[in-house]
């Protein structure tokens, strides 16, 4: 047998063997959950599904509520949630344990050194204290939404438009089909191909939100913080605008 023609026997072998992008463009979805290859809407069903069902989430990203600009990380599950919230001007905890929310946060976040004794000292009194917010207060529904996984999650199927199915990608080193509705412009959401066909990535269009999941029903400690280190407001947080 001439050299050539071994070589390309021995590849053709090869090839037969292993799926391989270099092997004549092998199948990109062999070896996955197969969800790729199901009609987009059906993709995106699957996906609501799974995260519904899922316990619990770790969700971290940026996203625009009433024109401020959110950092979040936050682990959330059907009763509540827990995570850190970044803002231009400040970083705050949220702790959610079923309807009683708490906020942990420095003295700048309260108050500054303009804004009066008054302010000063009461900023001072709830300093990385946990401060339960009445639920009539405006920082409750500022921030509530933010421990709640069914309110975020259905914010990652807010997508507008006609869908289609996208690139094969990764998320974290975990291969995706991204969904994109209206071509992209309407919002593009990456679903794993690997195991339960969880949404990974959600990015919203004009960029208003970009998104992460992952963690997926690992579980975690929701407790509400020791009564020592809670300050119980009353009627209202002063000053509590969060920007």
């Known amino acids: 047998m001439f050299p050539g023609r071994r070589s390309a026997v021995l ?17 990109p979805d062999a070896g996955t959950n197969g969800v790729a290859k199901l009609p987009p809407k059906t993709i995106e069903q699957r996906a609501r599904e799974a995260a519904a069902t899922a316990p619990t989430v770790r969700l971290s990203g940026t996203v625009v509520s009433k024109g401020k600009t959110y950092k979040l990380d936050m682990r959330l599950r ?11 001007s400040s970083t705050f905890q949220l702790l959610r344990v079923g309807d009683d929310l708490y906020l942990k946060a420095g003295a700048d976040f309260y108050g500054d050194e303009g804004s009066g004794k008054d302010s000063q000292a009461a900023a001072a009194k709830l300093k990385d204290k946990y401060v339960k917010v009445p ?24 997508l ?23 071509g ?27 998104l992460t999941m992952a963690d997926w029903g690992k579980d975690f400690a929701l407790a509400a913080p020791d009564a020592a280190h809670v300050v119980d407001y009353g009627k209202s947080v002063t000053g509590t605008s969060g920007g």
């Open 78 to 88: 059907a009763n509540g949630g827990v995570g850190d919230v970044t803002t231009q």
């Open 160 to 182: 507008n438009g006609e869908l289609s199915t996208g690139d094969h990608r990764k998320v974290d080193g975990i291969r995706t089909i991204a969904l994109a509705a209206d």
């Open 184 to 210: 992209g412009g309407g919002g593009t959401l990456d679903v794993s191909l690997e195991g339960s066909p969880y949404p990974l990535r959600y990015e919203r269009a004009g960029g208003s939100a970009t």
């Open 135 to 158: 639920t009539g207060d405006p920082a409750f529904q500022q921030f509530s939404g933010f421990t709640d996984k069914k309110v975020l999650l259905d914010a990652l199927f807010a």
């Open 11 to 27: 590849l053709g072998a090869l090839c037969a063997g292993l799926t391989l992008a270099g092997c004549g463009g092998g199948d």
